[in-house]
């Protein structure tokens, strides 16, 4: 599976992005497709998910903040992000998992929220 990130960027504190995410290659075997985001120095988490029946998961930080939505027929992952705070600014990486549990990564977009 190859993945294509797009969205990432610069936004004032309060502000708003969008993240899209397109995958190809062997998409009938993705189970979840999401989003995960890495500061420097601190370890990789969880953003939001969304499996192949539309459950969604968020990670704590999120409250609400954020909404993940998916068009498989397109195979696309889209992350709307609202009232972004600093501590967002991050990298944030596509994550698809497959039915064997195996994950593949995105290259990664940078967000970075000034204050």
């Known amino acids: 599976v190859q993945l294509v990130e797009s969205g990432g960027g610069l936004v004032q504190a309060g502000g708003s992005l969008t993240l899209s995410c397109v995958a190809s290659g062997s998409t009938s075997t993705i189970e979840a497709i999401g989003w995960y985001r890495q500061a420097p120095g601190k370890q990789r988490d969880l953003v939001a998910t969304i499996n192949k029946i539309g459950i969604e998961k968020y990670g704590d930080f999120v409250q609400g903040r954020f909404t993940i939505s998916r068009d498989s027929a397109k195979n696309t992952v889209t992350l709307l992000m609202n009232s972004l705070k600093p501590e967002d600014t991050a990298v944030y990486y596509c994550?698809?998992?497959?039915?064997?549990?195996?994950?593949?990564w995105g290259q990664g977009t940078q967000v970075t929220v000034s204050s």
């Open positions: 994550d698809v998992q497959t039915w064997k549990n195996f994950h593949y």
